[in-house]
């Protein structure tokens, strides 16, 4: 019996003459949690295909559980091979249960091929439980938290792998993609949880991620792409977070620091929000100067994650007034736009880019009115020139601006979707989670987007849960907790492990009893 879930063997992959992959060799132990790591482009996606039968390799072999994978090879196959997939987009049906999401396609029958729908029901609610998960089978999809989602997405992984111990029973492979993309570090904690306790049975677990503080935490060994080439595998321990940036992006990095805090005190208010509710949060008040960069965090659930939507106008506010450059403004998106206002959902797949539309396409959507001449045609020259300038000024390394939306790396499609509204000339960006699901580099040039916007005279507004990313990127931060704001923090105070405090409020906590 073979104690390898994964053996990945020489694998080569070109496309058009670009090489993808080139001889990458990598193993996956049973009852270990091996991370791959890699920028934007790296290859990852790529070897992610090939595992999984999408893309047969130029050369090159790979094994799953002592089998080895045959192409053309379906899901239905490698599930037979004892293998599991959870992509970032998770794939669950927002509009059916629970039940039916982990259950589809195995469905007990009786007479009649009647659904037994109460054994079904006491199958669910065990699975569930043995995740710690205390969640109705008949839940729908739509009604979960984002971090419930990507729990169940994890459940369905797992349930087709039992896994075994060194004795000589079958093993188990579960590849997740990006599980932690957009949750919250405590959210992250209890998932890592549940997937190191899984591994603990025998099973084979290959994550893929952009966070390098995750492998440092849970996995046991780590595995780095860089343009194609495995440029690291071996045991987690030695290394550091700077080391595994180094591997990452091929150079010493110098992790993004603010070079001082900036002062706004004589700066004009660009946005002044007054008793403000919404779904969660509640008579919220506060202030935004011309040119500042303002950060708004807390826990999951806190309310901060509703504010940009409620400034935008994405969402109605229930009650409350906001002014902007000194003049009341009723949040509506047709309104936001027409002074100034640009807005960018933390959810690109869904509400952010067009996917089966080109990058080209894509970028050039807000500005596209302006550049239909007189006949409504449109000059290709003007289009490509913009789409030139946003690839140079926002370092976004394209084969072919005509590539789809979709086979963009998720830092090539961020940086494109922020990029395109700074293009348009807007005087406040909003924005939520701005650098979640990208690799290092993409999150450090993202940062540095957004601080050459606010230097030349425009105003940040960001939600986010990544502290590390909402410390080095604002000027002031304000956390939240029961949808109000619990702390405002500025200059030295805006560090990673006071925003973290104050999320729990032990920072408050700890300063009163200071006193």
Do not use: C
Request: proline share 4%; no cysteine; aromatic share 6%.
């Amino acid at each position: 019996m073979t104690t390898l879930a994964l053996s990945v063997e020489d694998v080569t992959k070109t496309f058009g003459g670009t090489a993808a992959l080139k001889n990458v060799s990598l193993n996956v132990e049973l009852g270990q949690v091996h991370a791959l790591l890699g920028h934007n482009g790296s290859g990852k996606s790529t070897l992610i295909k090939v595992i999984s039968g999408y893309h047969r390799p130029d050369s090159g072999r790979v094994e799953v559980n002592g089998h080895e994978v045959r192409y053309p090879t379906t899901a239905l196959s490698l599930k037979a091979y004892g293998v599991s997939f959870m992509h970032q987009d998770i794939g669950l049906v927002p509009t059916l249960s629970v039940l039916e999401n982990l259950r589809v396609g195995r469905l007990e029958t009786g007479a009649l091929r009647h659904v037994r729908w109460g054994m079904e029901r006491k199958t669910v609610a065990k699975l569930l439980s043995s995740f710690a998960l205390e969640i109705s089978p008949d839940t729908p999809v739509s009604r979960l938290s984002s971090t419930e989602r990507s729990l169940v997405g994890v459940v369905r992984a797992f349930q087709d792998v039992s896994g075994r111990d060194s004795s000589g029973e079958e093993g188990g492979l579960v590849i997740l993609d990006e599980p932690t993309a957009a949750l919250p570090e405590e959210e992250k904690k209890r998932l890592f949880k549940v997937i190191k306790e899984v591994a603990a049975r025998g099973v084979g677990v290959l994550l893929v991620t952009h966070h390098l503080e995750e492998p440092l935490q849970f996995a046991d060994r780590v595995s780095v792409l860089r343009d194609g080439e495995l440029v690291e595998s071996g045991d987690i321990k030695g290394h550091s977070y700077e080391s595994l940036a180094e591997l990452v992006v091929g150079h010493s990095v110098e992790m993004s620091k603010k070079t001082g805090a900036r002062e706004f005190g004589d700066a004009d208010e660009a946005i002044v929000v007054k008793d403000l509710s919404g779904v969660v949060l509640n008579k919220v008040s506060f202030s935004v100067k011309v040119g500042e960069i303002l950060g708004l965090t807390g826990l999951m659930g806190a309310g901060h994650a509703e504010l940009p939507f409620l400034l935008y106008g994405a969402e109605r506010p229930e009650s409350g007034s906001v002014s902007v450059f000194g003049k009341p403004y009723t949040p509506d998106p047709v309104r936001a736009r027409s002074i100034g206002l640009a807005f960018v959902s933390g959810d690109r797949i869904r509400a952010g880019g067009v996917l089966t539309a080109s990058f080209s396409e894509n970028v050039t959507l807000p500005v596209l009115h302006t550049m239909i001449g007189r006949l409504g045609w449109l000059p290709s020259g003007k289009e490509e020139s913009v789409v030139n300038s946003i690839l140079r000024q926002f370092r976004i390394r394209l084969t072919s601006p005509h590539l789809p939306f979709s086979t963009l790396s998720g830092g090539s499609q961020q940086k494109a979707l922020i990029g395109r509204w700074i293009g348009s000339g807007p005087k406040v960006m909003l924005l939520q989670e701005p650098t979640a699901g990208v690799d290092i580099g993409a999150s450090q040039d993202i940062i540095a987007m957004l601080r050459e916007f606010a230097g030349s005279g425009g105003t940040v507004i960001f939600s986010s849960e990544q502290y590390e990313d909402v410390a080095s990127l604002s000027d002031r931060v304000l956390v939240f907790r029961g949808g109000g704001i619990a702390a405002a923090l500025s200059g030295a105070e805006v560090t990673p492990e006071n925003i973290l405090a104050s999320s729990y409020g032990r920072l408050e906590a700890s300063m009163s009893a200071s006193h």
